[in-house]
Nanobody, 115 residues
Framework: QVQLVESGGGLVQAGGSLRLSCVGS????????MGWYRQAPGKQRELVAT???????NYADSVKGRFTISRGTAKNTAFLQMNSLKPEDTAVYYC?????????WGQGTQVTVDS
């Protein structure tokens, strides 16, 4: 059974940085795409960034230039480096993985940016 476990969330002052990690288990195959989504209170879940197995990346306009997504050297790991954090980045951040046509989600990690 595929599982995704996120870590690295927390409370940070505006302008600060955090690094989120996602570790996937339960698959002998590499995920085609790994990504991060976020959901703020009262809002819909939205895409933050994705990275393919070939290293191609995609970012939401709101985080371009501030966030960097990467795949780890260990299979099925991904990271999200978040710099210059803003209060509007406050949300629960979810790791997402796609294996062929099936999507998997982690439980989420809270990121709170204090102004």
């Amino acid at each position: 059974q595929v599982q995704l476990v996120e870590s690295g969330g927390g409370l940070v002052q505006a302008g600060g940085s955090l690094r989120l990690s996602c570790v996937g288990s339960g698959s002998i195959l590499s995920f085609n795409i790994m990504g991060w989504y976020r959901q703020a209170p009262g809002k819909q879940r939205e895409l933050v960034a994705t990275v393919s197995s070939a290293g191609s990346t995609n970012y939401a306009d709101s985080v371009k230039g501030r966030f960097t997504i990467s795949r780890g050297t260990a299979k099925n790991t991904a990271f999200l480096q978040m710099n210059s954090l803003k209060p509007e980045d406050t949300a629960v951040y979810y790791c997402n993985a796609v294996l062929r046509v099936v999507q998997y989600w982690g439980q989420g990690t809270q990121v709170t940016v204090d102004s």
